[in-house]
């Protein structure tokens, strides 16, 4: 299983560890290109109905993962469902184990709290009252 | 101008105040239809590079509010920042407001917090040592 795009949000340290995330919250500048880039597609994987749902449904699984036989209730086939599983993964939201018969899912809690931090309000400079004319 | 959009993250009391984000954290149990549809619909719009680029320039920007004029440096002609601020205020993520010759947006911090408070990362039941079978 390839990391790679998991730890697309994250900085890595030298020795290959995770560091910190790569995007100031988007409050504090303007994102560069290459940032927005990376974080658009974070984004663009959870801006589906059906894909929120079944990454809600994984991110709270007993035991903090899931495989597609634990997660068909939300309106979709298993083929769809298993579209949508590997979705998430390809934009680095989930990891993948395959163990025997069952592949599963696994949230990746570094990215989400990239994700979340991203969303932190920060009070941008200037912003010390109302801004509208008197 | 209609808030309807903006505050569809959010639940309102009685008295129209805004109370309580209306989604719980994504790791927290599974969302509903409902829930999803909402939240969705917010993450979709930031799931585009150029609107997000838009999104932290206005979110940043001195003041807290921008006009086009303003964050016309992303590499797209003013018209097509214009689409994209629209399609932001559509999923109730910017306020806008017309003064004059321009219109000017304005991030919603609530609805930002409502979204951070989504990506909160909380440790699903039954999390409490490796989940694989032994």
Redesign the interface.
């Known amino acids: 299983m390839s990391n790679t795009r998991v730890l697309a949000l994250l900085d890595s340290a030298d020795d290959g560890t995770v560091a910190a995330p790569c995007c100031p919250p988007?409050?504090?500048?303007?994102?560069?290109?290459e940032e927005?880039?990376t974080?658009?597609?974070m984004?663009?994987?959870?801006?589906?109905?059906?894909?929120?749902?079944l990454?809600?449904?994984v991110?709270?699984?007993?035991?903090?993962?899931a495989c597609v036989c634990d997660?068909s209730d939300?309106?979709v086939s298993q083929p769809t469902v298993s579209h949508h599983l590997k979705k998430l993964k390809d934009a680095g939201l989930l990891a993948s184990e395959r163990?025997g018969t069952w592949v599963y899912y696994r949230?990746e809690?570094a990215v989400?709290?990239a994700?979340?931090r991203l969303?932190?309000?920060t009070?941008?400079?200037?912003?010390q009252g109302p801004?509208?004319?008197a």
């Open positions: 988007l409050t504090e500048r303007p994102f560069s290109a927005a880039e974080a658009a597609r984004f663009k994987a959870l801006g589906d109905p059906v894909r929120l749902r990454f809600s449904a991110a709270s699984h007993e035991g903090g993962e997660i939300v309106g163990r949230v809690p989400l709290a994700m979340g969303l932190t309000v009070p941008p400079v200037g912003r801004a509208g004319p």
